[in-house]
């Protein structure tokens, strides 16, 4: 039987085919070509785009994991993930934050990128709208575009030295179709954290317009405000169990578990539940044996955590030194997360930017543009890499910044 053609009538959905590609991921994949190029270990790429730590997992969690194989855990769990993990995460919550939670308001989702994927999929219709404050991780934007809808990035201003929350603005871009806001705190890429004040706009703004209010608080262990592990105050110590509030979370930052792909939301009940069905559409469930490991990680991890810290402080400290030593860079200090967004002076192509850096010194960042709208101008540096990689990599970038402020000729 002959075939028509592959191109006649069959298309890739619009909705996919628009969102686009991210300029993070497009940057890393060029630098792996030229890794694979490279012959000598000098000319491979210092890889600082990435948001990931490149210390180990702590080898306890290893360990669980392995004796939850060997345990035979290896099976299904509930949709919401298994229920040991949802009770060690309320006890989590009680002793972290002083929040009481039921095991029915959170659900373990694997990563969380599927996290915000499932609750965002249990607000939006298509044509619905979601306000995102940006410069922002920009898988939110995307799964906004993925379920049909459309994502109005309003920009946090640089205020002196700290980023701000401009609510004017967020007023202005209230529509009959918007149905939730999404912040980030600790901010990727800004490293800025929501005050208390911040945190009770937002749910003044989120319930004055009958909007949810989702919170990504994946760093919020990686605070440099207080002493080393503690945590950013979570958004759930200001709402009640009937606020439309919702909490992304991971494992992959806190416990260096960026490979696992494991993580958890928080939800009012009936947003709980639903998004625990869907999940079963998504991914069934987390891995099973990933989900014992990580009750180990919530019960015996806070040492390690304090460690972890305290190294992502240092090498914050340093960077930053090193990086306002630079002609042309303006960097405003982070209160958390793990990196640092310097304003490059006149810049208005950061891709092209990170690319030339790239080719010219074989040190791959991150470029602000990817960030959505704030961004560009900017660039985004992670420090949470060791100093094997942080320091030739900073003198690297120095002589590139100090070659791109000099005339030439002189």
């Excluded at 040991?84 to 039921?102: D, K």
């Excluded at 919170?215 to 002493?227: H, I």
């Excluded at 105050?233 to 490979?259: H, N, W």
Aim: charged share 25%; net charge neutral; proline share 6%.
């Amino acid at each position: 039987m002959s075939r028509a053609p592959a191109h006649l009538g069959a298309r890739v959905a619009a909705s996919a085919a628009d969102v686009p590609y991210s300029r993070i991921r497009e940057l890393a994949e060029e630098a792996m070509v030229l890794d694979g190029q490279s012959s000598r270990p000098e000319d491979r790429v210092l890889r600082l785009y990435f948001g990931e730590s490149n210390l180990p997992t702590p080898e306890f969690i290893k360990r669980a994991a392995e004796k939850a194989l060997r345990d035979g855990l290896t099976y299904y769990t509930e949709n919401a993930g298994t229920p040991g993990l949802r009770r060690t995460l309320c006890r989590y919550y009680e002793s972290t934050h002083g929040v009481a939670l039921e095991p029915g308001e959170i659900v373990v989702t694997a990563s969380g990128v599927q996290a915000l994927n499932v609750a965002i999929r249990c607000l939006l219709d298509p044509g619905d709208e979601a306000i995102i404050l940006t410069p922002a991780w920009p898988n939110g934007s995307a799964i906004v575009q993925l379920a049909n809808a459309l994502p109005r990035q309003i920009a946090q201003p640089l205020s002196g030295s700290r980023y701000s929350i401009d609510f004017d603005r967020l007023e202005a871009a209230v529509t009959p179709r918007t149905r939730f806001l999404l912040y980030t705190s600790p901010s990727n890429p800004l490293g800025w954290v929501a005050t208390e004040a911040d945190q009770e706009r937002l749910l003044e703004f989120t319930r004055r317009h009958g909007l949810w209010l989702l919170a990504d608080e994946v760093y919020e262990r990686l605070w440099y405000q207080a002493e080393p592990g503690a945590a950013v105050p979570s958004i759930l110590r200001k709402c009640s169990r009937e606020d439309a509030v919702i909490v992304a979370q991971s494992f992959s930052k806190t416990y260096c578990m960026t490979g696992w792909r494991l993580g958890w939301l928080v939800a009012r009940g009936d947003l709980a539940a639903r998004a625990a069905q869907l999940n079963e559409f998504i991914v069934s469930h987390a891995a099973t044996f990933t989900q014992r490991a990580a009750e180990e990680a919530l019960l015996w991890g806070e040492k390690t955590v304090r460690e972890i810290v305290a190294h992502f402080r240092t090498n914050r400290d340093y960077c930053l030194e090193r990086l306002r030593a630079m002609p042309g860079l303006t960097v405003p200090e982070p209160d958390g997360a793990f990196y640092l967004f310097p304003h490059v002076a006149g810049l208005e192509d950061s891709f092209g930017l990170c690319r030339q850096i790239l080719h010219e010194t074989r040190v791959g960042v991150a470029p602000g543009v990817a960030f959505g709208e704030g961004g560009e101008g900017s660039i985004r540096l992670c420090y949470a890499a060791d100093r094997t990689v942080l320091g030739p990599a900073l003198d690297r970038l120095a002589t590139f910044f100090q070659s791109r402020s000099t005339p030439h000729g002189r």
